[in-house]
């Protein structure tokens, strides 16, 4: 048994280290060499919008990406070379006693570094940067990444280069700026990217908000084609078309039924895959009307009661786009919605009348509560002039009450405040990556420029938590233009989760509002301040948990089956059941299980769905869910079996893959392996060297091994579970030396049969 126990004992030892990548949530240090994408006015006032298209590209194509953001930062509100209120820190080259002439938070790092590319038109690559405090949260590519990220960046910011990479064509063309460190840096890594988003932008009428920003930014949509610069029309967005991620209404709100049998499911819409889970990592609303919201259709019109209908389909639900965004925001994904757009969801209220039939579910208030509007009989009781006694709005139909005279105020939620003049503004929690900028904040007009909670109403944010993050001089809760929150208020945006999460905590969306009708994509930002708003929305796009490594799936494999055959006669033959678990917050999609086979080994029969391919088999597995088990959900794990052939004696590795989708990235769990070992016979009725070979039992019949991935963490955060049942291993931390799989199977086996 001596020489079969060493064999596999050295066989899990060189699968049993974890790397200990930079993860989210804690300071690491960065190696000399590593490359850094400036957020600064400094060195990136031209390309600053183009550096989210760049992030974009390096994650799509495999790179990871650390936003590094020191927690203590602070916001100075003057420019700072305001005299006798300069900034601590200086412009550009730390030492030099250049002051911004413009409002910046602290630098969230010092490193020094030579210039790659510069798109401010000032240096030339190897020029030298000898100590600079990047502010703005800057990106970070760790030195062991720097190789593969080259060619991307290169890519992107060199045209005679996009013949060779079509990727990198875009209509905005403006050079990012680059760094590279000349020394090791120490920086906390707020967020770890490891995913491209998938974005859907709803068509409400404003949709060209949306993909201009997106334009100027070069991030394409999911089929790899720009945005459209104008507005969808007849027919020419949605899926099935070359404008995919343009949603209508009609394909968020999905089957509704007929108005004598409404389709009362919310999760049938284009925002969710046929099997439950969303299709996008985010969807974009810029102006909504709350009048098209109040909208509802029926095919040939509507009857005046429900008691008339004769199986009339709808055709157009406002309410039912806000109980799917709802829905959505089950998942660890993100919305944005500008201008009357905010108002449209917030403020919704299910209306259980016809011709809206709602349900409870229809209900938008996905920051704010609803208050306690004061009970009325009539107009006069309502002591505010801006209210209306309005009969029924309140309790599901129950009750009168004040509401305001405002359409796009009812239901409030959030009234609309006037724009607060720029230089007025309070910036709260620079630390936070939804807030990140430099240089100042312009507003814009609009229907609504900012908004204000409601003391008439007794408004407020749930759980009384801070999700304000630019407001006018008497807020939050008074002229805020920027706020973002988890839905419903389930948890603190601000506070600095650990990666990954605890289990079951903040697995919700988040959602972010932002006041104004249009900013501006215009360079320099520096003289165009109300960029800003442009780059809030784009700060969104990356800080969505489904991009970072703390809402991916982390998918956990097993192979079992024997692993001592014992056949007399050629070919030998076993069956080996692949099993796959999903024990991160975030869902796979167009997952692929596979099993490989080495040389010698064929498949013979496998598990209906399997695809023989030159090397074993492969099952399309569709999406996978995670371990909250929402409603609608598919299961976060399962399995596939084959049955294998093997040609002759001897040892034989078999492994199993997976691949999948998150966002427009393609990620492969860790791929795990198990060796099987066929022999002729059991020398002297027994096995070899007079013992139990760990895939037999004590009468000879042959006992499953389950072998269990040692880093199924697409993450990289060097997190793992396994689960072989009775004999796994206990999940580790980074740096611990596991003794897993094949080894604890042997000897827990062992231990079963004294």
Same mark, same amino acid.
């Not at 002439?101 to 510069?118: L, M, Q």
């Not at 904040?441 to 409601?454: K, M, W």
């Not at 192979?559 to 059941?577: F, I, M, N, Q, R």
């Given at each position: 048994?001596?020489?079969?126990?060493?064999?596999?004992?050295?066989?899990?030892?060189?699968?049993?280290?974890?790397?200990?990548?930079?993860?989210?949530?804690?300071?690491?240090?960065?190696?000399?060499?590593?490359?850094?994408?400036?957020?600064?006015?400094?060195?990136?006032?031209?390309?600053?919008?183009?550096?989210?298209?760049?992030?974009?590209?390096?994650?799509?194509?495999?790179?990871?990406?650390?936003?590094?953001?020191?927690?203590?930062?602070?916001?100075?509100?003057?420019?700072?070379?305001?005299?006798?209120?300069?900034?601590?820190?200086?412009?550009?080259?730390?030492?030099?006693?250049?002051?911004?002439?413009?409002?910046?938070?602290?630098?969230?790092?010092?490193?020094?570094?030579?210039?790659?590319?510069?798109?401010?038109?000032?240096?030339?690559?190897?020029?030298?940067?000898?100590?600079?405090?990047?502010?703005?949260?800057?990106?970070?590519?760790?030195?062991?990444?720097?190789?593969?990220?080259?060619?991307?960046?290169?890519?992107?910011?060199?045209?005679?280069?996009?013949?060779?990479?079509?990727?990198?064509?875009?209509?905005?063309?403006?050079?990012?700026?680059?760094?590279?460190?000349?020394?090791?840096?120490?920086?906390?890594?707020?967020?770890?990217?490891?995913?491209?988003?998938?974005?859907?932008?709803?068509?409400?009428?404003?949709?060209?908000?949306?993909?201009?920003?997106?334009?100027?930014?070069?991030?394409?949509?999911?089929?790899?084609?720009?945005?459209?610069?104008?507005?969808?029309?007849?027919?020419?967005?949605?899926?099935?078309?070359?404008?995919?991620?343009?949603?209508?209404?009609?394909?968020?709100?999905?089957?509704?039924?007929?108005?004598?049998?409404?389709?009362?499911?919310?999760?049938?819409?284009?925002?969710?895959?046929?099997?439950?889970?969303?299709?996008?990592?985010?969807?974009?609303?810029?102006?909504?009307?709350?009048?098209?919201?109040?909208?509802?259709?029926?095919?040939?019109?509507?009857?005046?009661?429900?008691?008339?209908?004769?199986?009339?389909?709808?055709?157009?639900?406002?309410?039912?786009?806000?109980?799917?965004?709802?829905?959505?925001?089950?998942?660890?994904?993100?919305?944005?919605?500008?201008?009357?757009?905010?108002?449209?969801?917030?403020?919704?209220?299910?209306?259980?009348?016809?011709?809206?039939?709602?349900?409870?579910?229809?209900?938008?208030?996905?920051?704010?509560?609803?208050?306690?509007?004061?009970?009325?009989?009539?107009?006069?009781?309502?002591?505010?002039?801006?209210?209306?006694?309005?009969?029924?709005?309140?309790?599901?139909?129950?009750?009168?009450?004040?509401?305001?005279?405002?359409?796009?105020?009812?239901?409030?939620?959030?009234?609309?405040?006037?724009?607060?003049?720029?230089?007025?503004?309070?910036?709260?929690?620079?630390?936070?990556?939804?807030?990140?900028?430099?240089?100042?904040?312009?507003?814009?007009?609009?229907?609504?420029?900012?908004?204000?909670?409601?003391?008439?109403?007794?408004?407020?944010?749930?759980?009384?938590?801070?999700?304000?993050?630019?407001?006018?001089?008497?807020?939050?809760?008074?002229?805020?233009?920027?706020?973002?929150?988890?839905?419903?208020?389930?948890?603190?945006?601000?506070?600095?989760?650990?990666?990954?999460?605890?289990?079951?905590?903040?697995?919700?969306?988040?959602?972010?509002?932002?006041?104004?009708?249009?900013?501006?994509?215009?360079?320099?930002?520096?003289?165009?301040?109300?960029?800003?708003?442009?780059?809030?929305?784009?700060?969104?796009?990356?800080?969505?948990?489904?991009?970072?490594?703390?809402?991916?799936?982390?998918?956990?494999?097993?192979?079992?089956?024997?692993?001592?055959? $014992? /056949?007399? +006669?050629?070919?030998?033959? !076993?069956?080996? &059941?692949? #099993?796959?678990?999903?024990? =991160?917050? %975030?869902? *796979?999609?167009?997952?692929?299980?596979?099993?490989?086979?080495?040389?010698?080994?064929?498949?013979?029969?496998?598990?209906?769905?399997?695809?023989?391919?030159?090397?074993?088999?492969?099952?399309?597995?569709?999406?996978?869910?995670?371990?909250?088990?929402?409603?609608?959900?598919?299961?976060?794990?399962?399995?596939?079996?084959?049955?294998?052939?093997?040609?002759?004696?001897?040892?034989?590795?078999?492994?199993?893959?997976?691949?999948?989708?998150?966002?427009?990235?393609?990620?492969?769990?860790?791929?795990?392996?198990?060796?099987?070992?066929?022999?002729?016979?059991?020398?002297?009725?027994?096995?070899?060297?007079?013992?139990?070979?760990?895939?037999?039992?004590?009468?000879?019949?042959?006992?499953?091994?389950?072998? $269990? /991935?040692? +880093?199924?963490?697409?993450? !990289?955060?060097? &997190?793992? #579970?396994?689960?072989?049942? =009775?004999? %796994?291993? *206990?999940?580790?931390?980074?740096?611990?030396?596991?003794?897993?799989?094949?080894?604890?199977?042997?000897?827990?086996?062992?231990?079963?049969?004294?």
């Amino acid at each position: 048994m001596i020489k079969h126990f060493s064999r596999l004992a050295l066989w899990v030892l060189t699968v049993a280290f974890v790397s200990n990548a930079a993860r989210a949530g804690e300071e690491q240090t960065f190696a000399s060499g590593s490359l850094i994408i400036p957020m600064d006015l400094a060195y990136q006032d031209h390309g600053m919008f183009q550096s989210y298209g760049l992030i974009f590209q390096l994650l799509r194509q495999g790179v990871s990406v650390y936003w590094v953001i020191d927690l203590n930062k602070s916001w100075h509100a003057a420019a700072c070379d305001t005299q006798g209120d300069e900034c601590a820190w200086d412009c550009a080259e730390d030492g030099s006693g250049l002051k911004c002439p413009y409002p910046t938070a602290s630098p969230d790092f010092y490193v020094g570094a030579r210039v790659i590319w510069d798109g401010e038109g000032q240096a030339n690559p190897g020029d030298p940067i000898t100590l600079h405090g990047y502010r703005g949260g800057p990106f970070v590519i760790d030195a062991a990444d720097a190789a593969a990220a080259r060619p991307i960046i290169d890519a992107w910011n060199d045209q005679g280069l996009w013949a060779d990479n079509p990727w990198a064509q875009r209509t905005e063309f403006h050079v990012v700026s680059v760094h590279e460190t000349t020394e090791e840096f120490t920086g906390y890594v707020r967020k770890k990217m490891v995913a491209a988003p998938t974005i859907a932008v709803f068509s409400d009428g404003n949709e060209d908000i949306a993909t201009s920003y997106l334009r100027a930014a070069g991030i394409p949509q999911s089929n790899g084609l720009e945005f459209p610069a104008g507005k969808c029309g007849a027919n020419d967005c949605g899926p099935g078309t070359d404008k995919p991620d343009m949603l209508t209404v009609e394909s968020i709100m999905g089957d509704m039924g007929t108005c004598d049998n409404p389709n009362l499911d919310h999760q049938n819409g284009a925002l969710f895959t046929t099997d439950g889970v969303p299709a996008y990592c985010q969807i974009m609303s810029m102006h909504w009307n709350v009048n098209d919201r109040e909208k509802v259709e029926c095919q040939g019109g509507c009857p005046a009661t429900q008691a008339e209908c004769s199986g009339q389909a709808f055709t157009y639900h406002g309410h039912e786009v806000v109980a799917e965004v709802r829905k959505f925001l089950n998942f660890p994904v993100h919305f944005f919605a500008e201008c009357q757009a905010v108002n449209a969801y917030e403020n919704t209220v299910p209306n259980p009348a016809w011709p809206y039939l709602d349900d409870s579910e229809r209900i938008g208030h996905y920051l704010t509560d609803l208050g306690t509007p004061p009970d009325c009989t009539n107009d006069a009781d309502c002591t505010d002039a801006d209210f209306e006694c309005d009969p029924g709005f309140c309790d599901n139909g129950t009750r009168d009450c004040c509401q305001s005279k405002n359409i796009k105020e009812k239901g409030a939620g959030f009234l609309i405040a006037a724009r607060p003049d720029s230089a007025t503004l309070k910036v709260f929690h620079p630390e936070v990556p939804y807030n990140q900028m430099d240089g100042a904040f312009g507003t814009v007009g609009g229907s609504e420029p900012a908004y204000n909670l409601s003391d008439y109403l007794g408004t407020g944010y749930k759980n009384d938590i801070e999700v304000t993050f630019i407001s006018g001089p008497d807020g939050p809760g008074d002229q805020d233009v920027w706020m973002t929150g988890y839905l419903d208020g389930e948890c603190d945006i601000i506070q600095p989760f650990l990666d990954p999460k605890p289990p079951a905590e903040c697995e919700t969306g988040k959602v972010s509002y932002l006041g104004g009708h249009r900013y501006n994509t215009n360079v320099p930002l520096s003289s165009n301040t109300d960029g800003q708003g442009t780059r809030m929305f784009l700060n969104a796009l990356f800080e969505a948990d489904c991009v970072t490594s703390s809402g991916q799936p982390d998918i956990v494999l097993e192979l079992s089956g024997e692993t001592t055959l $014992v /056949s007399p +006669a050629l070919p030998a033959e !076993g069956s080996y &059941t692949a #099993s796959f678990t999903n024990v =991160g917050a %975030g869902t *796979a999609l167009d997952a692929a299980l596979g099993q490989v086979m080495p040389q010698g080994a064929i498949v013979t029969d496998s598990e209906p769905g399997g695809t023989l391919v030159a090397d074993g088999v492969e099952w399309e597995i569709g999406s996978i869910g995670s371990p909250a088990a929402r409603p609608g959900e598919p299961p976060n794990q399962g399995g596939r079996w084959a049955k294998v052939s093997f040609a002759d004696y001897g040892d034989y590795l078999l492994q199993v893959r997976m691949r999948y989708r998150v966002g427009v990235t393609m990620l492969e769990a860790a791929p795990i392996s198990l060796m099987v070992k066929v022999v002729a016979e059991a020398p002297d009725g027994g096995l070899e060297d007079g013992g139990l070979d760990a895939g037999q039992d004590a009468g000879g019949d042959a006992a499953d091994a389950p072998v $269990v /991935s040692d +880093a199924g963490d697409p993450g !990289g955060d060097g &997190t793992t #579970s396994n689960a072989a049942e =009775g004999c %796994g291993c *206990a999940s580790h931390r980074p740096g611990t030396l596991v003794f897993c799989a094949g080894l604890l199977v042997l000897l827990c086996c062992i231990r079963r049969r004294r």
